[in-house]
């Protein structure tokens, strides 16, 4: 599946799971579990709980995702995607 058939939505970091696995909260209710992206593996990028994420998530299993984009902790900055 291409990077752009993904839905992106927002949500929370809620819990980890274990083996590079998360549970988000995303802003319509709705509970996935999400693993990170390779290119956020690749550079180490570090998701804890309680992070603001972006998840592409596929239309074929809304149940799972990958998180693409951690936000900043004071909100997105100005001019941001």
Not at 22 to 45: C, E, K, P
Not at 46 to 72: K, L, M, N, Q, W
């Amino acid at each position: 599946m291409a990077k752009s058939d993904l839905v992106q939505v927002s949500g929370q970091v809620k819990k980890i799971i274990g083996g590079g696995r998360y549970q988000v909260l995303l802003d319509n209710g709705h509970t996935i579990t999400a693993q990170l992206s390779g290119r956020m593996r690749r550079f180490h990028i570090r998701v804890i709980a309680g992070d603001r994420v972006t998840c592409g998530v596929s239309p074929y299993d809304p149940t799972h995702g990958f998180i693409t984009y951690r936000e900043p902790a004071g909100g997105r900055p100005t001019g941001a995607r």
